[in-house]
């Protein structure tokens, strides 16, 4: 006789996949593994995990569209995972390597960010059914991990000096920046509209391979320059948006 969890939905919907979630673990151990890296001063491989960890996280929920193997558990596992691989990881990081000579301001900008990852998160889980899913509101805790990560693994790529005061002041703003721009209300842009399913024209992957080379043409450089721009679209469209709105605003008071 067939075991009946099969010839159940709800049942099945709510059991644990094995491959978007191997997926999601995964970048939960990059992001140990950056911590555990940068408590060992080898601040360069942390950083590398957290981008890593990236890579992984956006696989897991695309992996999971494509099987059809979404589940509730999968959603909690994975905003647990982007806690400690996104939050925590790059926070302590950046911490380790230049905060922590700031004394009390370093670590309360770590916490900040930490606080803001958290508050992104919950946010994100209660708002995921009313929002547009063309945009992220509020800059998505990769990309914020990304821009902490990317500037620590610039710097130590080209040898900067981590006692130089204005390097750890810069630190300090950036941690800030990324933590209060996770809870803000831009818009960034979210790239869920691209199907990976879909049919696209050869010029794609030319400009894929094209990326890709720029991309390994010197990666901390790369990297850092591309996240400082997605961590500035943001408030671009954000000052796009108000401005369109209050000159419409205008244009209905003048036909008043």
Same mark, same amino acid.
């Given at each position: 006789m067939p075991n009946a969890s099969f010839r159940d939905p709800e049942r099945r919907h709510r059991g644990i996949y094995l491959l978007p979630n191997a997926f999601t673990t995964a970048a939960l151990f990059a992001g140990f593994y950056a911590v555990v890296q940068a408590m060992n001063g080898r601040f360069e491989a942390a950083a590398i995990a957290i981008f890593v960890a990236m890579v992984l996280d956006g696989m897991d929920g695309r992996v999971a569209r494509l099987t059809n193997t979404q589940s509730a558990f999968g959603e909690q596992y994975d905003?647990?995972?982007?806690?400690?691989?996104?939050?925590?990881?790059?926070?302590?990081?950046?911490?380790?390597?230049?905060?922590n000579d700031l004394g009390r301001w370093g670590w309360l900008a770590a916490f900040?960010?930490?606080?803001?990852?958290?508050?992104r998160l919950a946010r994100f889980n209660t708002n995921i059914a009313v929002i547009d899913k063309r945009f992220f509101q509020g800059l998505p805790s990769p990309a914020a991990a990304a821009l902490v990560a990317g500037f620590v693994w610039l710097a130590v790529d080209n040898r900067l000096s981590m006692t130089s005061?204005?390097?750890?002041?810069?630190?300090?703003?950036?941690t800030l920046y990324a933590g209060v721009s996770m809870v803000s209300n831009a818009p960034f842009y979210s790239g869920k509209s691209f199907a990976l399913g879909r049919s696209v024209p050869f010029w794609v992957i030319l400009v894929v391979v094209a990326v890709f080379v720029f991309v390994s043409s010197d990666p901390p450089i790369v990297l850092f320059g591309l996240f400082v721009v997605y961590g500035l679209s943001g408030w671009?469209?954000?000052?796009? *948006?108000?401005?369109?709105? *209050? *000159?419409?605003?205008?244009?209905r008071r003048g036909e008043g």
């Open positions: 905003s647990l995972s982007d806690m400690t691989s996104f939050g925590v990881a790059p926070a302590l990081v950046i911490y380790e390597w230049a905060l900040v960010y930490v606080a803001g990852a958290a508050l005061p204005v390097l750890a002041w810069t630190a300090f703003g950036l671009v469209a954000w000052g796009w *948006r108000w401005n369109r709105a *209050r *000159r419409l605003q205008m244009g």
